[in-house]
């Protein structure tokens, strides 16, 4: 059965607040003298990646669950996610002693398929995309009497994700902006009841990806619509349309809504990596996303950016890095045609060595179309300290007397 739609309060934040202390992690918000400095104001992290399960949703799951009757909870409950979502209901059931269903789509990867079904709950396979696997959920809660826990159009999902807002406000009272990644709107619509109520002064933004932008255009519309432009790295994020209680709350209390590229996503995600050791999914830095991709300006104020999630596929990670690499002019891929003969190799790695170079792959290609009879086609790929370095490499490259090309 799915429940009757009802709106949020700032009474329900602060019982969510009540019932959770102690049963999850109260997350830190820590400062960032780094980003501080490059964008001229105060930057803090809401480390929600440090939270149960490695997100936020952990929070509006047990909370929603705790409001289940003693009924209910007998017969049990069932949720469709790939992703956070499924390991929140999952957690949040084992925790309260209730059985639990994840409907997952076909295409979901193993690791997150293995990571609810550490939580104990029972795994049902169904359908090509989200659409038909939350079809198949909803056909099960009636036949099997389960509870439907939504992802985030629910009063109590929203209250419980509220109570982020309230350690944010009671961490960095003054804080000038909020900025929040957005999906369906669960999270961004409880912190912003919740920060708004608190000090209304307070700026409270959310970010989307530029693929996935359905609440922003249902925002610049005044009403829900649906818009989706392609594919996105941050799944998380990736929400068709916002639910009716979210969208209402946000016309009310968020200021604005702006979306950024999956390639500005990748890089806050690197960035956060390599500068303060924190990992996150893309969908959780998608606020960060905002300031390095000058969609925000942040100079003389304090803007706390909410990290909403660190469950990364760590394949997809490591090409975050490597193409991060690349933009930042770290990594060189630089393609060689010469002759098959020896010493040849030898010497073109020898110059990359003595330019500092550091050879991180090399790939040899004489099934190459382009190959000339008696040569090879070969490309290093090259780790260099920047673009200043990689231009003196190249020129130690051509005293070598061989032709190559700069791959992009």
């Known amino acids: 059965?799915?429940?009757?739609?009802?709106?949020?309060?700032?009474?329900?934040?602060?019982?969510?607040?009540?019932?959770?202390?102690?049963?999850?992690?109260?997350?830190?918000?820590?400062?960032?003298?780094?980003?501080?400095?490059?964008?001229?104001?105060?930057?803090?992290y809401k480390l929600e990646n440090l939270q149960k399960t490695g997100s936020f949703k952990i929070r509006g799951a047990l909370f929603k669950?705790?409001?289940?009757?003693?009924?209910?909870?007998?017969?049990?409950?069932?949720?469709?996610?790939?992703?956070?979502?499924?390991?929140?209901?999952?957690?949040?059931?084992?925790?309260?002693?209730i059985n639990c269903k994840i409907v997952m789509p076909k295409y979901t990867t193993p690791a997150k398929i293995s990571a609810v079904e550490r939580y104990g709950a029972l795994i049902d396979l169904y359908g090509s995309d989200y659409a038909e696997a939350r079809d198949h959920a909803l056909r099960l809660a009636t036949e099997e009497g389960r509870t439907f826990i939504e992802g985030f159009n629910d009063a109590?999902?929203?209250?419980?994700?509220?109570?982020?807002?309230?350690?944010?406000?009671?961490?960095?009272?003054?804080a000038d902006l909020i900025i929040v990644p957005v999906g369906g709107?669960?999270?961004?619509?409880?912190?912003?009841?919740?920060?708004?109520?608190?000090?209304?002064?307070?700026?409270?933004?959310?970010?989307?990806?530029?693929?996935?932008?359905?609440?922003?255009?249902?925002?610049?519309?005044g009403n829900i619509?649906?818009?989706?432009?392609?594919?996105?790295?941050?799944?998380g994020i990736a929400i068709r349309r916002p639910g009716n209680i979210t969208f209402s709350v946000i016309q009310k209390y968020v200021d604005r809504i702006i979306s950024v590229s999956d390639e500005t996503i990748a890089l806050a995600l690197y960035h956060l990596l390599e500068h303060n050791k924190i990992l996150v999914e893309p969908a959780g830095s998608?606020?960060?996303?905002?300031?390095?991709?000058?969609?925000?300006?942040?100079?003389?104020?304090?803007?706390?950016v909410v990290l909403s999630g660190g469950n990364i596929?760590?394949?997809?990670?490591?090409?975050?890095?490597?193409?991060?690499?690349?933009?930042?002019?770290?990594l060189i891929r630089i393609g060689f045609k010469i002759p098959d003969r020896p010493g040849t190799l030898y010497r073109i790695a020898?110059?990359?060595?003595?330019?500092?170079?550091?050879?991180?792959?090399?790939?040899?290609?004489?099934?190459?179309?382009?190959?000339p009879i008696g040569f090879q086609s070969i490309t290093f790929t090259v780790n260099v300290r920047g673009s200043k370095h990689a231009a003196e490499l190249l020129e130690k490259v051509k005293s070598v007397g061989y032709h190559f090309e700069v791959f992009q």
């Open 1 to 44: 059965m799915v429940d009757s739609i009802q709106q949020p309060g700032f009474e329900d934040i602060l019982e969510a607040a009540k019932f959770l202390k102690g049963k999850i992690n109260r997350t830190q918000t820590d400062s960032s003298e780094t980003m501080g400095k490059k964008f001229g104001g105060s930057v803090y």
């Open 65 to 97: 669950i705790s409001k289940l009757s003693s009924e209910e909870k007998r017969a049990g409950v069932i949720a469709v996610s790939a992703g956070n979502h499924a390991q929140g209901v999952a957690l949040a059931s084992r925790i309260s002693g």
């Open 156 to 174: 109590s999902i929203i209250a419980g994700q509220g109570t982020i807002g309230l350690e944010i406000m009671e961490d960095i009272p003054d």
């Open 185 to 221: 709107g669960g999270l961004i619509s409880g912190i912003a009841l919740a920060a708004k109520t608190i000090n209304p002064k307070v700026t409270v933004i959310g970010v989307q990806s530029e693929n996935y932008d359905s609440v922003m255009a249902s925002f610049e519309a």
């Open 225 to 235: 619509v649906e818009h989706v432009s392609g594919e996105t790295i941050a799944d």
């Open 286 to 304: 998608a606020g960060l996303a905002a300031i390095l991709g000058g969609k925000l300006d942040i100079s003389g104020k304090k803007a706390v």
């Open 313 to 330: 596929n760590l394949l997809l990670l490591s090409k975050i890095i490597y193409k991060s690499l690349e933009h930042e002019s770290r």
């Open 350 to 371: 020898s110059a990359i060595s003595e330019a500092g170079g550091n050879i991180y792959h090399a790939e040899v290609d004489n099934l190459d179309e382009t190959t």
